[in-house]
């Protein structure tokens, strides 16, 4: 896809803040019709700029109030393919990343309470080639700016 204009960067501004619009009402902040706007955001989709559509989950809703950040290093050397298939049908995982340092990636972890937090810690550790792992445990947040939309 060519670069994105002013109005598509709208678009996606839109989509980001009220991600359950309808394209008319995307259009109507953007000055544009729903079959415009539609147009614009399947040109996006398959050019890939967006990647796709979610739900968020707040997960302390649903009592998953422990969160922790665990460091994990692992012997010798994963492909950052490997590790994904290894931590994205945990669900307490709902981050992971590769990093530079000393560890090999940093995974964002939630779960229900501490005797949950462990025992997502051992089904992380013994998914994959796992030496060791340093886990962070969250006291308060205090900036979050992935927000469910309310």
């Not at 996006?44 to 009592?63: C, K, P, Q, W, Y």
């Not at 490997?82 to 981050?95: F, M, N």
Request: glycine letters at 6%; one cysteine or more.
């Amino acid at each position: 896809m060519d670069r994105l204009d002013d109005t598509d960067e709208r678009i996606l501004s839109e989509l980001a803040e009220h991600a359950r619009a309808t394209f008319a009402e995307i259009g109507a902040r953007v000055n544009l019709s729903a079959p415009a706007v539609k147009r614009r955001v399947d040109r996006m989709l398959d050019s890939g700029v967006i990647r796709g559509f979610t739900t968020v989950v707040d997960r302390n809703a649903l009592g998953w109030g422990t969160e922790a950040y665990v460091q994990v290093y692992c012997h010798g050397t994963i492909a950052p393919d490997e590790l994904r298939r290894a931590w994205v049908d945990i669900p307490e995982v709902v981050s992971a990343a590769t990093v530079t340092g000393t560890s090999d990636a940093i995974l964002h972890v939630l779960a229900r309470d501490m005797r949950h937090l462990e025992s997502a810690l051992e089904k992380i550790r013994s998914s994959a080639d796992i030496e060791r792992s340093e886990s962070i445990v969250v006291l308060s947040n205090i900036i979050d700016r992935v927000r469910p939309e309310g």
